[in-house]
């Protein structure tokens, strides 16, 4: 089963795929992408993906010929052809290639390019244990909210929690922690579930979006609110989202331990409810 690439129009194994070096998305990180996934050869949400998507883009004035509804087709045809059982899928849109120059370029076309690869998933082992984390400054730019090609705060950080030994780096600007490199956070006080708020320094992912409705619709309460970097501490529980970590518990902050040590309880429903959600069985809902 190959990976293939879908470059302006035309699909082709990814190993041929190729863009101009003048391309604005390689010269500047003139672009925004969207990751995807697959769950059982099912796009997941992918309408909300590529609505985010359009949202980027119209966010950094790029205007892209393909409606949504031909970006889907394109999407469901590549999965088709690569063939994988859990598929991984990137969007990517530059502004396109152009002689080197800030400005705008009036006669550019925006390059758009996919990804089909197959998904690597976690071990499952890892959701009974959990994993560790650290905090690092937040000097990413003030558009956090617009999913930029310009990673570079975020290879950083994730590069400093390899060599301390985590899984993921979360921002802290101003005492506040906001999210992951690569992912949303949750923090569990007592029968609270805490997340910081939509923002221009936030992501809202897509994972993160469902475990917000399936915890209301479990009685849950599910809290949008700033929590500063001394307080997650102390929470009882914490948590990542995202596309490929699904819901991932944290027992260690910075090498302190988290609640108990080990994943909590509210952590494990809401994984349940959210593998009940991608692969449905009897719905899991716990006592108002």
Same mark, same amino acid.
């Given at each position: 089963?190959? %990976?293939?690439?879908?470059?302006?129009?035309?699909?082709?194994? #990814?190993?041929?795929?190729?863009?101009?070096?003048?391309?604005?998305?390689?010269?500047?990180?003139?672009?925004?992408?969207?990751?995807?996934?697959?769950? %059982?050869?099912?796009?997941?949400?992918?309408?909300?993906?590529?609505?985010?998507?359009?949202?980027?883009?119209?966010?950094?004035?790029?205007? +892209?010929?393909?409606?949504?509804?031909?970006?889907?087709?394109?999407?469901?045809?590549?999965?088709?052809?690569?063939?994988? *059982?859990?598929?991984?899928?990137?969007?990517?849109?530059?502004?396109?290639?152009?002689?080197?120059?800030?400005?705008?370029?009036?006669?550019?076309?925006?390059?758009?390019?996919?990804?089909?690869?197959?998904?690597?998933?976690?071990?499952?082992?890892?959701?009974?244990?959990?994993?560790?984390?650290?905090? *690092?400054?937040?000097?990413?730019?003030?558009?956090?909210?617009?999913?930029?090609?310009?990673?570079?705060?975020? =290879?950083?950080?994730?590069?400093?929690?390899?060599?301390?030994?985590?899984? /993921?780096?979360?921002?802290?600007?101003?005492?506040?922690?906001?999210?992951?490199?690569?992912? %949303?956070?949750?923090?569990?006080?007592?029968?609270?579930?805490?997340?910081?708020?939509?923002?221009?320094?936030? #992501?809202?992912? +897509?994972?993160?979006?469902?475990?917000?409705?399936?915890?209301?619709?479990?009685?849950?309460?599910? +809290? /949008?609110?700033? *929590?500063?970097?001394?307080?997650?501490?102390?929470?009882?529980?914490?948590?990542?989202?995202?596309?490929?970590?699904?819901?991932?518990?944290?027992?260690? =902050?910075?090498?302190?331990?988290?609640?108990?040590?080990?994943?909590?309880?509210?952590?494990?429903?809401?994984?349940?409810?959210?593998? %009940?959600?991608?692969?449905?069985?009897?719905?899991?809902?716990?006592?108002?």
């Amino acid at each position: 089963m190959p %990976n293939i690439a879908y470059v302006n129009g035309k699909f082709m194994p #990814l190993s041929s795929a190729s863009v101009s070096v003048e391309d604005r998305g390689f010269q500047f990180g003139d672009g925004v992408y969207e990751l995807i996934r697959t769950y %059982n050869g099912t796009v997941f949400h992918v309408q909300e993906h590529i609505r985010r998507l359009y949202e980027s883009l119209k966010q950094i004035e790029i205007s +892209i010929k393909e409606t949504p509804t031909q970006l889907e087709r394109i999407v469901q045809s590549g999965v088709k052809r690569c063939g994988y *059982v859990e598929t991984k899928i990137y969007i990517q849109v530059t502004r396109g290639a152009a002689p080197r120059n800030h400005p705008f370029p009036k006669e550019a076309r925006p390059t758009l390019v996919m990804t089909f690869r197959e998904l690597d998933l976690l071990p499952p082992i890892i959701f009974k244990k959990g994993v560790s984390i650290i905090s *690092v400054e937040d000097i990413r730019w003030g558009w956090c909210n617009v999913k930029s090609l310009n990673l570079l705060p975020n =290879l950083l950080a994730r590069e400093h929690a390899v060599r301390a030994g985590a899984s /993921e780096a979360i921002f802290v600007r101003d005492k506040f922690v906001w999210e992951g490199a690569g992912s %949303n956070l949750f923090a569990v006080f007592g029968k609270k579930v805490v997340t910081p708020p939509i923002g221009p320094y936030l #992501l809202s992912g +897509i994972t993160r979006e469902v475990v917000l409705a399936l915890g209301k619709k479990m009685g849950l309460k599910m +809290i /949008e609110q700033k *929590v500063t970097l001394p307080a997650l501490y102390k929470a009882d529980e914490i948590f990542l989202t995202g596309t490929t970590v699904e819901v991932l518990p944290v027992i260690h =902050l910075n090498k302190k331990t988290i609640g108990t040590g080990r994943p909590g309880t509210i952590t494990s429903l809401l994984h349940k409810a959210f593998q %009940n959600e991608v692969s449905p069985r009897l719905p899991l809902m716990i006592r108002k």
